[in-house]
Nanobody, 115 residues
Framework: QVQLVESGGGLVQPGGSLRLSCAAS????????MGWYRQAPGKQRELVAT???????NYADSVKGRFTISRDNANNMVYLQMNSLKPEDTAVYYC?????????WGQGTQVTVSS
């Protein structure tokens, strides 16, 4: 089992920045990819960004150039730096870890972009 705990969400004005963190614990060996997903009210959960153990990254088109995902393998952490935030970025952000055929989710952290 892998446990994921997110932190760093909150309320920010449009154009502002936030940094999300996700700490992985438990049976963390062989976690291949980690990433962030988000779910806005009334919408399906969607991919935001992923990073593999080799630090290859993938981003949703809507966040390219504004968000940066990074991974600290030594400390089992993954981060999401979010800049130039827009109201449409408002959502619950979930950390995800892929280990073999299994996927794990964190409990989510709320990000609200509003003036």
């Amino acid at each position: 089992q892998v446990q994921l705990v997110e932190s760093g969400g909150g309320l920010v004005q449009p154009g502002g920045s936030l940094r999300l963190s996700c700490a992985a614990s438990g049976s963390i060996l062989s976690i291949y990819a980690m990433g962030w997903y988000r779910q806005a009210p009334g919408k399906q959960r969607e991919l935001v960004a992923t990073v593999t153990i080799g630090r290859n990254t993938n981003y949703a088109d809507s966040v390219k150039g504004r968000f940066t995902i990074s991974r600290d393998n030594a400390n089992n952490m993954v981060y999401l730096q979010m800049n130039s935030l827009k109201p449409e970025d408002t959502a619950v952000y979930y950390c995800h870890a892929e280990q073999g055929l299994r996927g794990y989710w964190g409990q989510g952290t709320q990000v609200t972009v509003s003036s």
